[in-house]
């Protein structure tokens, strides 16, 4: 069946760096792709999608590109911020499965200042 | 957009009883999940709630134990039955609707329960 592989947490960085969180998976039709986010204590918010190869979901500096051949979707942010701290889940969504959300086990993110 | 309200928020609950969690969305809806957050863990599928007939679950997951009701597309609810404390999780409710003119998966804001 459908899966989603992200890399393992918790990732720490300091404040300005660069972020990448690695995200691939497995799915037998066109899934649509996401990255949520959960901040501490919150909801799940939808960070940014894809629907189709090649499209570049991106939203408050994070980016992640859909990439067909080598069945990715990495999360990046040129310079994250304490406030980015949060766990970020890759997910994927295809309609020949019914629309069922699939989701990645999370990535834990600290940013310190 | 679809704007998803829970209730309870959250509650303690006493090991062998049951709680219901309700769904009410703003808007009619064709799809509604159920899903369940144990701590410190990702988000997994319990179930599609389908309106006017049984819902369908997720391998790992029966009928029994988590009934769940939809009466019409605005609203579904879903019970913990015969509660253990490995019940204790956050359970989220989740729509597809329209958003910016594509289908959108969009949260409730969970119910975290714990059971003692």
């Known amino acids: 069946g459908d899966s989603v592989t992200q890399m393992e947490g918790p990732v720490t960085l300091s404040e300005e760096a660069f972020l990448t969180i690695n995200c691939t998976y497995t799915?037998?039709?066109?899934?649509?792709l996401f990255w949520y986010v959960q901040y501490p204590g919150e909801g799940l918010q939808l960070l940014l999608k894809?629907?189709?190869?090649?499209d570049k979901g991106s939203n408050k500096g994070f980016e992640a590109t859909y990439r067909k051949e080598t069945t990715s979707f990495h999360l990046e942010k040129g310079s994250v911020q304490v406030s980015d701290s949060a766990v970020y889940f890759c997910?994927?969504?295809?309609?020949?499965?019914?629309?069922?959300?699939?989701f990645g086990a999370g990535t834990r993110l600290f940013v310190k200042a | 957009s679809a704007v998803i309200s829970q209730k309870p928020s959250r509650d303690i609950c006493q090991r062998g009883t049951s709680l219901t969690i309700q769904c009410q969305v703003d808007?009619?809806?064709?799809?509604m999940f159920w899903y369940r957050q144990q701590p410190g863990q990702s988000l997994t599928l319990i179930a599609t709630?389908?309106?006017?007939?049984?819902?369908?679950?997720e391998s790992g997951f029966v009928i029994d134990k988590f009934p769940i009701s939809r009466p019409n597309l605005t609203f579904s609810t879903l019970t913990v039955s015969n509660m253990s404390p490995e019940d204790s999780s956050i359970y989220l409710c989740?729509?597809?609707?329209?958003?910016?003119?594509?289908?959108?998966?969009?949260f409730g804001p969970g119910t975290r329960l714990l059971v003692l």
């Open positions: 989740s729509v597809l609707g329209e958003g910016g003119g594509q289908e959108t998966q969009y």
């Open positions: 799915a037998t039709g066109y899934p649509s």
């Open positions: 894809a629907t189709k190869a090649d």
């Open positions: 997910a994927l969504s295809d309609r020949g499965g019914g629309f069922k959300t699939i």
């Open positions: 808007s009619q809806v064709t799809m």
């Open positions: 709630a389908n309106q006017g007939s049984e819902a369908t679950y």
